[in-house]
């Protein structure tokens, strides 16, 4: 628990903002068999723009998908249990995903530069567990997005409309994740709508919601722009509360 203090402490530094970046697929966006781009509501974007934030404010990536995948290529029990589910499309349960994004949480490094976490919480308990962690973050960036597949030889995500496969060869072999076969994807979808009305509620007052269907810059430049916001006010903030301790 002397660890909680650390985390709190990493997110009151002025210089770090935590966001959380959530994908959101939009309510209109049904699933419907026969329409295949709607039916793989996903985020290309996401990744991507993690990796701008990291590299523009310094912040930790915490992915969850990337955790689970990890503990599943290296066999752990942890993982065993994690593929399971992950195959079904279901989410992976709390005793696995809350202990293993908290154990990531509490490495020095996070406490140092602060933190971006990706694909968590997705449920209501996982935003709970957050809470009563004492983890708050200062941001919630929800991503509305659509289109992405990812190509099975070279590992190369693309979109269908702002990064179309090269030729009709790559075109023809985009693939989903193993993961992310059709009827696993409805059921994400699925209970990505029962969760998702849940987790904003805890969020309410820090969401950002950004359109992820346009290019990469157009949607970060948004995102930079929500961050560069919290930072200021955060810095606003604490110079008041400094100028406040010299008075007294
Ligand atoms: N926060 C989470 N809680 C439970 N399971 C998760 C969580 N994040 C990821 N997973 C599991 O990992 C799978 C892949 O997640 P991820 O890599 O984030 O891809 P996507 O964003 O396309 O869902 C999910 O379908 C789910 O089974």
Redesign the pocket.
């Known amino acids: 628990m002397a660890c909680l203090g650390c985390l709190s402490f990493a997110a009151a530094k002025p210089a770090a903002a935590n966001p959380l970046l959530r994908?959101h697929c939009p309510g209109n966006s049904e699933v419907r068999a026969s329409e295949d781009y709607d039916i793989r509501c996903?985020?290309i974007w996401?990744g991507t723009q993690c990796e701008l934030i990291k590299d523009k404010y310094g912040l930790v990536h915490i992915?969850?998908?990337?955790l689970?995948?990890a503990e599943v290529a290296a066999g752990t029990e942890n993982g065993k249990q994690?593929k399971y589910?992950?195959e079904k499309?279901?989410?992976?349960?709390?005793e696995i995903?809350v202990n293993m994004?908290k154990e990531r949480l509490l490495q020095p490094d996070v406490e140092e530069n602060g933190w971006l976490l990706?694909?968590?919480?997705?449920?209501l308990s996982?935003a709970a567990a957050l809470e009563n962690l004492g983890i708050h973050p200062e941001l919630f960036i929800l991503l509305d997005s659509c289109g992405?597949r990812l190509d099975p030889v070279t590992g190369k995500i693309y979109h269908l409309k702002y990064s179309p496969p090269e030729n009709e060869e790559i075109a023809a072999r985009l693939t989903q994740?193993f993961?992310?076969t059709e009827e696993?994807v409805k059921l994400?979808l699925q209970t990505h709508h029962q969760n998702v009305e849940a987790v904003l509620g805890v969020y309410e007052n820090i969401i950002v919601k950004i359109n992820g269907n346009a290019p990469k810059g157009q949607v970060f430049s948004e995102i930079d722009a929500a961050l560069s916001e919290v930072l200021d006010k955060k810095s606003k903030e604490s110079s008041s509360s400094m100028a406040a301790s010299v008075v007294h």
Request: net charge positive; glycine share 8%.
């Open positions: 994908r996903s985020c996401k992915a969850a998908g990337d689970l995948r994690a589910y992950m499309g279901m989410l992976v349960p709390d995903v994004v990706d694909g968590y919480p997705r449920s996982q992405r994740r993961d992310d696993k994400r």
